[in-house]
Structure formats: C-alpha cells, structure tokens
C-alpha cells in the first residue's frame, strides 16, 4: 500500500470519510470497517511508524488520544466502552506507513487481538 497514502488523505487528493479535523489531526473512517465505529486518527505531520515518534510529537500524539476520546463521547460511546489500537510494522499488521490510531466501537471486542 502506498507509503503516503494517508497523506493524500490529508491533503484532500483522495477522498475519505471525515468525522473530525484540527490544525494537527485528522479522522476519517475506515474504508474496511471492523466494528460499526471504526475510525483512523491521524497525525497531519507524516510519521511512518510508532518507532519513529521523538520527543518532539510527544503533544502531538497524545492528541490522538483525545481525538479518539472526543470522537468515541460524541458518537455514544464513552460510557460503554471503546478500543485503540496502533499496530506498528508487519508483525503486528501495519499497512499504511503513517502512523494512525484505530478507534473500534459499538461491539463487544475480544482479548487477546488475533
Ligand atoms: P493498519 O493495517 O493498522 O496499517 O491499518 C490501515 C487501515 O487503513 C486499514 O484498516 C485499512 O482498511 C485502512 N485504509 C486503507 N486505505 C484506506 C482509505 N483510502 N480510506 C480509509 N481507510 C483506509
């Protein structure tokens, strides 16, 4: 899968579902949905995998965190709870080269992920 795919997101050239925007983040939907919520949280500033976060983005992806939180509350959600998730590398089963939190919600989720 394109390594800037999600860029192309961000800037427009492809579209995408979009359920929330700020100057630094974007979330859009996931166009092969797991759970009836299943929304992308993204960085707007490309970084390729949880190994490459510095201490420079430490504010950045923590407001991955509260987007996802936000958006969870908004859509019903927070009271009964909610996943996210970032797979970092193909182990873990990354596709896209740009780090992206997946918010899952609206079904019982198991553990351990498969
Ligand atoms: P990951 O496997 O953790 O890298 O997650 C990548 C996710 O991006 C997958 O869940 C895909 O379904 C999703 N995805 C791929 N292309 C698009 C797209 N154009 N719009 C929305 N989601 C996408």
Redesign the pocket.
Known sequence: ?SED?FLK?INRE?P??IVYETDSVLA?????P?APL?V?VIPKTHIRTINDIGAEHTALVGELFTAAAAIAAEHGYADDGYRVV??CNEA??????HI?L?LLAGRSLSWPPG
């Open positions: 899968m795919l997101i492809i995408a579902d859009f939907r996931d166009i092969n797991q299943h992308l970032m797979n873990a089963g990354q596709t896209v080269f992206h997946h």
